[in-house]
């Protein structure tokens, strides 16, 4: 699985970065997800800041 941020979405609440900062992290008032798979332990955590984020910015998918 993969996490993706839209840019366009995003408001930089910081709940992602907060609840899975190994895949999340704040790039100025934006976050970023880090590129590649997420490490299957992480795979809750994200879906958790997906489902946190106020804005629906973040897109997990396989
Ligand atoms: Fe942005 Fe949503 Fe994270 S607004 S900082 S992607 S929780």
């Known amino acids: 699985m993969n996490a993706y941020v839209d840019p366009d979405l995003c408001i930089g609440c910081t709940q992602c970065a907060g609840l899975c900062p190994a895949v999340f992290q704040m790039e100025g008032t934006l976050a970023v997800a880090q590129p590649g798979p997420i490490p299957p332990e992480e795979v809750p955590q994200a879906v ?15």
């Open 48 to 62: 958790d800041a997906a489902n946190a984020c106020p804005v629906s910015a973040i897109r997990i998918e396989e």
